[in-house]
Structure formats: C-alpha cells, structure tokens
C-alpha cells in the first residue's frame, strides 16, 4: 500500500504566497503524473496543476502565472508553489500520484489526505 502525505497548508493574506508539498511512500517503482486538486466549500473538486514524470506541466486557466507545480523523481515529493493568492483560492487542497507499485502491473492513483488553505482579505 502507498501512502502520500501532505504538509504546507495554513492561513495567508490576499496577495501572499504559500508551499504545499505532497511524499508519497511505499513499494513504489515509478510515478507517472503528479497532480494537485482543490476543492472549495459547496463546488466540485477542480484539477488545477499537473506534471508528468519528465517535468511537464499543465495549469488551470485560474492559476496560471501564479501557481507552480514541480517534483522530485528521487524522492517522490511533488510540490505546489502559490504566489499572490487571492480569496476565491481558499479551498481544501489533495495531491495524487498515478503510480506504479512493486507487486502491480498497471498504475493506479492514490491521493493525499487533503489539506486546509484559507486566504483572507
């Protein structure tokens, strides 16, 4: 069984900026694709970043220019750097990993327990 834990998350003023990152831990052999989802009180869950194992990335319209999704392959960590947040960012935040494990032959997705970030006027 894999496990991803996430940390970073907390309260930051409109305009500031705020690091999550995401471990992901067990048999693993590979991951595929990294991504980070929000999800804001009373709205669907939203893909917003996404990078593949080679390192391209892909971005919500919304967090664009201000958000950046990079990982570590060594490491399994997959990070998201939020520069000048603004109110309507404040939303529960997960990461997944699509993954492959030691003893499966496909990949499959796991996700991290989901963290609390709240922007304030």
């Known amino acids: 069984q894999v496990q991803l834990v996430q940390s970073g998350g907390g309260f930051v003023q409109a305009g500031g900026s705020l690091d999550l990152s995401c471990a992901a831990s067990?048999?693993?052999?590979?991951?595929?694709?990294w991504a980070w989802y929000r999800q804001a009180p009373g709205q669907q869950r939203e893909l917003i970043a996404q990078?593949?194992?080679?390192?391209?990335?892909s971005y919500q319209d919304s967090v664009k220019g201000r958000f950046t999704i990079s990982r570590d392959n060594v490491l399994n960590i997959v990070y998201l750097r939020m520069n000048s947040l603004k109110p309507e960012d404040t939303a529960v935040y997960y990461c997944?990993?699509?993954?492959?494990?030691?003893?499966?032959?496909?990949?499959?997705?796991?996700w991290g327990q989901g963290t609390q970030v709240t922007v304030s006027s």
């Open positions: 997944t990993a699509d993954l492959q494990e030691t003893d499966r032959e496909t990949y499959q997705t796991y």
């Open positions: 067990g048999s693993i052999l590979r991951v595929n694709t």
């Open positions: 990078i593949t194992r080679g390192g391209v990335e």
